[in-house]
């Protein structure tokens, strides 16, 4: 009696690993974590209730037996659906209008950028140096000038913050006098799952539409011709490849 009281405890214990181990692997929202655990769960104990004797093995076999004559039954005719609901998903995602607020992120050594898809503006805050805590915008030409001395140790930093300026005064070489050669150096920076949804600015389980829709958005203001960086061009093209590849 006890042992089979323990078990039924257990039971619940089970289901959570087996949907955390799930939830690693496929990244899952925390509704669909919720929706898989009770799934689970329920039936783990109608599995430990059969293997009791508690419910007859027809409390399973029926339920499933009809689930699979149905699907056998409709299965030709989602087979031939199939192709019209893929072709209806693909312009419904094209069509979607991009959400004004949706923003993509770069984290460097010295800044954390923020990109804003509606607009196109970027602005950013300083995470370490004399200017730490401050957002990009609230400084001044000098001071974001002075902070790019500053971010040289670091070519992600300084790379990214040229960029900025670019944006946000353009004519800033020539009043500084400031080379416009751009050094070419390899990314030696690893691309994760988690870095390209935040550099495309993506949900946590995007699909190869929303991958396409997003890079082309952020390449339509952020691409060389027309005047964005030659940097964060690589790193959106990075994010696009990397999630296209494991999709």
Same mark, same amino acid.
């Given at each position: !009696?006890?042992?089979?009281?323990?078990?039924?405890?257990?039971?619940?214990? !089970?289901?959570?690993? !087996?949907v955390k181990s799930v939830s690693q692997r496929f990244t899952?929202?925390?509704?669909?974590?919720?929706?898989?655990?009770?799934?689970?769960? /329920?039936?783990?104990?109608?599995?430990?209730?059969? /293997?009791?004797?508690?419910?007859?093995?027809?409390?399973?076999? /029926?339920?499933i037996g009809a689930a699979v004559t149905f699907m056998l039954?409709?299965?030709?005719?989602?087979?031939?659906?199939?192709?019209?609901?893929? !072709?209806?998903?693909?312009?419904?995602?094209?069509?979607?209008?991009?959400?004004?607020?949706?923003?993509?992120?770069?984290?460097?050594?010295?800044?954390?950028?923020?990109?804003?898809?509606?607009?196109?503006?970027?602005?950013?805050?300083?995470?370490?140096?004399?200017?730490?805590?401050?957002?990009?915008?609230?400084?001044?030409?000098?001071?974001?000038?002075?902070?790019?001395?500053?971010?040289?140790?670091?070519?992600?930093?300084?790379?990214?913050?040229?960029?900025?300026?670019?944006?946000?005064?353009?004519?800033?070489?020539?009043?500084?006098?400031?080379?416009?050669?751009?050094?070419?150096?390899?990314?030696?920076?690893?691309?994760?799952?988690?870095?390209?949804?935040?550099?495309?600015?993506?949900?946590?389980?995007?699909?190869?539409?929303?991958?396409?829709?997003?890079?082309?958005?952020?390449?339509?203001?952020?691409?060389?011709?027309?005047?964005?960086?030659?940097?964060?061009?690589?790193?959106?093209?990075?994010?696009?490849?990397?999630?296209?590849?494991?999709?």
């Amino acid at each position: !009696m006890i042992f089979r009281l323990l078990l039924l405890l257990a039971l619940p214990v !089970m289901a959570y690993y !087996m949907v955390k181990s799930v939830s690693q692997r496929f990244t899952l929202t925390a509704r669909q974590n919720r929706i898989l655990f009770v799934i689970v769960a /329920a039936f783990l104990v109608i599995g430990a209730l059969v /293997a009791m004797g508690r419910l007859p093995v027809q409390f399973i076999l /029926a339920p499933i037996g009809a689930a699979v004559t149905f699907m056998l039954r409709l299965l030709p005719t989602l087979l031939r659906l199939l192709p019209m609901w893929q !072709m209806f998903k693909s312009r419904v995602a094209s069509a979607r209008p991009r959400d004004a607020g949706q923003s993509s992120k770069i984290r460097t050594e010295f800044l954390e950028m923020e990109l804003r898809h509606g607009s196109g503006d970027m602005d950013g805050t300083v995470l370490r140096g004399s200017f730490a805590t401050k957002k990009l915008s609230s400084l001044s030409l000098n001071e974001v000038l002075n902070l790019l001395s500053e971010c040289q140790s670091d070519q992600d930093s300084s790379q990214v913050l040229e960029a900025y300026i670019d944006r946000v005064h353009p004519n800033w070489r020539e009043q500084t006098g400031h080379s416009s050669d751009r050094v070419e150096i390899a990314d030696e920076s690893a691309m994760t799952r988690e870095l390209a949804i935040e550099i495309l600015g993506l949900g946590e389980t995007p699909d190869r539409d929303q991958v396409v829709q997003a890079h082309r958005s952020l390449m339509q203001k952020m691409h060389p011709d027309r005047g964005g960086s030659d940097y964060l061009a690589k790193k959106i093209n990075a994010a696009k490849d990397f999630l296209l590849t494991t999709l």
